[in-house]
């Protein structure tokens, strides 16, 4: 029996050293490191915030990052405009007779243009008349039909011109009776 008491008090001895030690680990506490996700979520992660924030207000131009071109700088020439003569033709279609009364005004590229429009106009006369003397009443209905209408002219001035010299063709006056 003695060989047992010996080996518990073996194992007491062992307990308690056990113990003292935990009591010893525990009196000074031990040094941790910050874990990689703390160190991610407290310090990368606001501190790149941060930075994209900053570079977001420095390239809006509230802190000077954006300058600001001068106004007289952008000088627009006047648009030029060139009155073509008033057109009156007959529509195509059934009885009855449909006419269709035109004035519109070209406004052309600059004012070097406008010769060159006047050298074309009979051609663009020509290719006005033809064009809009096959159209039926139905073909000038709504905002289709004027858009395909305005198109249309722009495409037979270019066949004129030879070169594009007029950027749109404006209504003054259209009415189809």
């Given at each position: 029996?003695?060989?047992?008491?010996?080996?518990?008090?073996?194992?007491a001895a062992?307990?308690?050293?056990?113990?003292?030690?935990?009591?010893?680990?525990?009196?000074?506490?031990?040094?941790?490191?910050?874990?990689?996700?703390?160190?991610?979520?407290?310090?990368?992660?606001?501190?790149?915030?941060?930075i994209?924030a900053?570079?977001?207000?420095?390239?809006?131009?509230?802190?000077?990052?954006?300058?600001?071109?001068?106004?007289?700088?952008k000088?627009?020439?006047?648009?030029?405009y060139?009155d073509?003569?008033?057109?009156?033709?007959?529509?195509?279609?059934?009885?009855?007779?449909?006419?269709?009364?035109?004035?519109?005004?070209?406004?052309?590229?600059?004012?070097?243009?406008?010769?060159l429009?006047?050298?074309?106009m009979?051609?663009?006369?020509?290719?006005?008349q033809?064009?809009?003397?096959?159209?039926?009443?139905?073909?000038l209905?709504?905002?289709?039909?004027?858009?395909?209408?305005?198109?249309?002219?722009?495409?037979?001035?270019?066949l004129?011109t030879?070169?594009?010299?007029?950027?749109?063709?404006?209504?003054?006056?259209?009415?189809?009776?």
């Amino acid at each position: 029996m003695p060989s047992e008491r010996v080996g518990r008090d073996d194992m007491a001895a062992i307990d308690a050293d056990m113990q003292d030690d935990d009591a010893v680990g525990t009196a000074t506490p031990a040094k941790r490191r910050l874990a990689g996700k703390v160190l991610v979520l407290y310090i990368a992660l606001p501190l790149l915030l941060l930075i994209g924030a900053g570079a977001g207000i420095y390239m809006s131009g509230i802190f000077g990052g954006a300058e600001e071109e001068p106004v007289a700088a952008k000088v627009v020439a006047p648009p030029v405009y060139y009155d073509m003569p008033d057109f009156l033709v007959n529509l195509s279609g059934p009885p009855p007779q449909h006419y269709l009364k035109m004035r519109v005004a070209l406004q052309v590229r600059d004012k070097e243009a406008v010769a060159l429009v006047d050298g074309a106009m009979p051609r663009i006369l020509d290719g006005f008349q033809t064009f809009l003397r096959e159209l039926r009443p139905e073909d000038l209905e709504g905002s289709q039909g004027m858009l395909n209408l305005r198109e249309e002219l722009m495409r037979r001035i270019e066949l004129a011109t030879q070169e594009p010299v007029v950027k749109d063709v404006l209504f003054k006056e259209i009415i189809v009776q």
